[in-house]
């Protein structure tokens, strides 16, 4: 894929209004973050980028096509693992290959060969209940690259794990990027992560939700060791800030 | 198996009481056989009701087998269509507050005294656990993990397949374990109510002979019968279920 525009997309519940002409671009090998309150309507965006929820008004194009309300063209990883526990965890990450109809061995062989680059070697034959949370969530991460390697909406990829597994994760996350070149748009609510991970920030503020605007972070990636503790990354984050509150 | 030994001695206590008050003439013979007697009556029937089991145990199975079919079948049919399940959910709970014993003498009138209509009254009986089981099973699927799904471009078949079928195993289980039970009882019912063989058959005879002894025997069989078939539904569980019945949860690989 070349880029993925959501152009004017809204959105009510029972006549509530939860989005309002949402415009959001991510291009070619770019990470993209959505940062918001809770309840603002993230998720709510990813469903409708995704095609599970049919927007009110606006359109979805992918390379110019228009993939409104249709799904299945963009990986999507839910606010939730979603790992099946009647599934080992190979045959887990496996399942967007079989539902294309690629064949069982086949499927499995194509997902064995990433399980070390994702730093799950050895848990295939395991079930989803013997993982910890950060493996469970780089299961979950595998499953949603090998159903498209191309664009990915990750809902808050790593917002149930404590603080030091996260920045482990971030790390892991930010090096495989450099060799995969997935198209990212995630969500979160973490200043701290949007900074470090993103070559734009996008915010998502009020009621019903809008974009009320656009950071791009110009540091380069991969990003230096102490980005997170430079000068640059609180000015950043004092931008935000501003921003979520005079929006 | 130490969670099954307190069971396990209660049962053999009772029996041990239950011989106790029969040798020292606390309860007459005549009303009641004492444990020994009922294996010794057990022990020298063993040819006559082996063959009679037989009969029960191939009755129950064919009606559970169907019962179950016919079942998985609603239960399909119902969570595909929800204009369905309004309409032939309610008459299926009414069908279930018909009591067995009245309808298995107009099957034995209308399809006579063979094999027929005891595999039609045990499917009666089997198939409503199953589909309850199963509708329940397809109904509590997480939305999300549909969703997910479909996002993969999976449509309804596939969703089916891969995850409405392998979430609703666990209350499909359940039903069919109560349903394994129910088909044992309802092959012994219908054999009273007309038949030629079969425990049921058995048990009039011997009650019509009152003797009483032969009689606790085969209620013992039955029972047997029943824990054999319900012990093999639970096997074939955690066969179909690995997943939940692991010894140590969390296990780091590494
Ligand atoms: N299917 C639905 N029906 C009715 N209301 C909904 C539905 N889905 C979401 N909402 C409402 O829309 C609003 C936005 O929800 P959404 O899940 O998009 O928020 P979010 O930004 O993802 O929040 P969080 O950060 O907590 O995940 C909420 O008020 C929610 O109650
Ligand atoms: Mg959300």
């Known amino acids: 894929m070349e880029t993925l ?17 949402v415009s959001v671009t991510l291009r070619k090998g770019e990470l993209v973050c959505l940062l918001g309150v809770s309840g603002g309507g993230k998720t709510t965006l990813f469903n409708v980028i995704s095609g599970l929820l049919q927007p009110d008004a606006g359109q979805v ?12 063209h963009i990986s999507y990883m839910l606010q939730k693992d979603l790992l099946l526990p009647y599934r080992t965890i190979e045959d887990n990450v496996a399942l967007p290959l079989l539902l294309r109809g690629v064949k ?3 499927a499995r062989k194509q997902a064995s060969a990433l399980f070390e680059e994702f730093g799950l070697g050895g848990t295939e034959k395991l079930w989803p209940s013997q993982l910890s949370g950060g493996m469970r969530q780089r299961a979950a991460l595998l499953r949603t690259y090998l159903f498209s390697q191309d664009v990915a909406l990750l809902d808050e990829p790593f917002s149930a794990l404590d603080t030091l597994t996260k920045s482990a994760i971030h790390r892991w996350y930010l090096d495989v990027m450099e060799r995969i070149h997935l198209s990212t748009l995630f969500i979160t609510h973490d200043m701290d992560e949007a900074v470090l991970l993103s070559d734009r920030i996008y915010l998502l503020t009020g009621q019903p939700g809008r974009i009320t605007s656009e950071i791009v972070v110009e540091e380069p990636r991969p990003r230096r060791q102490d980005f997170n503790l430079s000068p640059e990354f609180l000015q950043y984050k004092r931008r935000i800030q501003e921003q979520l509150q005079n929006p | ?15 041990v009481l239950w011989q106790l008050a029969s040798v020292s003439g606390l309860i007459p013979a005549y ?21 009679h089991a037989l009969v029960t145990l191939q009755e129950a199975l064919y009606g559970l087998v169907l019962g179950v079919a016919i079942g998985f079948f ?6 595909a269509f929800e204009v369905l399940y309004r309409a032939v959910y309610p008459i299926l709970i009414l069908s279930q507050t018909i009591p067995t014993v009245a309808i298995a003498p107009l099957l034995v009138l209308w ?4 094999m027929l209509p005891k595999v039609i009254l045990i499917i009666l009986v089997t198939f409503f656990p199953v589909t309850v089981g199963l509708l329940d099973g397809f109904r509590s699927v997480d939305r999300d993990a549909v969703g997910l799904l479909r996002s993969m471009g999976a449509g309804r078949v596939r969703i089916f397949r891969y995850l409405k079928c392998p979430s609703a195993m666990p209350q499909f289980f359940s ?15 219908s054999e009273w109510l007309g038949g030629f063989a079969g425990l049921g058959v058995y048990m009039t005879r011997v009650k019509s002979a009152f003797a009483f002894d032969k009689m606790f025997a085969v209620i013992f069989l039955i029972s047997a019968v029943s824990l054999a078939l319900m012990a093999a539904v639970s096997l074939l569980e955690r066969k179909c279920m690995p997943y939940r019945y692991l010894k140590d949860r969390k296990e780091d690989p590494k």
């Not at chain 1, 194009?61 to 299945?72: A, F, N, Q, S, V």
């Not at chain 2, 009303?31 to 006559?48: E, G, I, M």
């Not at chain 2, 349903?179 to 309802?186: D, L, Q």
């Open chain 2, 175 to 189: 039903g069919l374990r109560i349903a394994a039970a129910y088909s044992v009882v309802g092959a012994v019912i």
């Open chain 2, 1 to 15: 198996m130490r969670s099954k030994l307190p069971a396990v001695v209660a049962v053999a206590v009772l029996l």
């Open chain 2, 74 to 79: 609603f239960a399909v049919l119902m969570d």
């Open chain 2, 111 to 114: 399809f006579g005294y063979e």
């Open chain 1, 104 to 106: 069982k061995r086949e």
């Open chain 2, 31 to 51: 009303l009641l056989p004492s444990p020994v007697k009922v294996f010794q009556a057990l022990y020298n029937d063993r040819a006559l009701l082996a063959e």
């Open chain 1, 5 to 21: 525009e959501v152009r004017g997309v809204s959105v009510s519940f029972d006549g509530r209004k939860v989005l309002e002409d």
């Open chain 1, 61 to 72: 194009l992918l390379d110019e096509e228009d993939i409104t309300g249709k799904p299945g």
